[in-house]
């Protein structure tokens, strides 16, 4: 069958149809807006970097998110849990997630190479949590 245009009445009737309004700005600060989001991506919560003869662990990822999370919680090949000190959420300004890094870095430090297993938890604003762990072969970056 060969494609014809619609007819002028039909395309007007489209043309009619009331277009959904645009969805209402998100600014992705509570838990509903950001656990799809962190369930997605989450291969990418943590990475591991060797720099200056150590192991640093990045939080980079969970912090830009950070405004939906209440607790970010972690340990190393299987040690003791500690929870990573994130920034503030600047509700108040125009980017409440955006990272100033003035006092708390991203990152937390390990010995070289003693880095295997990381596991993390985050407790998330809304009383729920979400888990994952990652091994150094999975996550190590340059």
Not at 22 to 49: C, D, G, H, Y
Not at 70 to 88: D, K, L, M, Q, R
Request: proline share 8%; charged share 15%; net charge negative.
């Amino acid at each position: 069958m060969r494609w014809r245009p619609a007819p002028a009445a039909a395309l007007a009737v489209i043309l009619a149809l009331p277009l959904p309004l645009p969805l209402a700005a998100q600014s992705f600060t509570t838990a509903a807006e950001v656990a799809p989001i962190l369930q997605m991506t989450r291969a990418n919560w943590v990475a591991v970097r060797e720099y200056e003869g150590q192991d640093l662990i990045y939080f980079t990822h969970l912090l830009s998110w950070r405004c939906g999370i209440a607790a970010i919680t972690f340990s190393v090949n299987g040690g003791p849990e500690a929870v990573f000190p994130a920034e503030p959420c600047y509700r108040d300004e125009a980017q409440p997630n955006a990272l100033k890094m003035t006092e708390v870095l991203p990152y937390a430090v390990a010995p070289l190479g003693s880095i295997r297993m990381v596991k993390v938890r985050l407790d998330m604003g809304d009383g729920s949590s979400m888990a994952a762990t990652f091994d150094r072969a999975g996550v190590l970056i340059d």
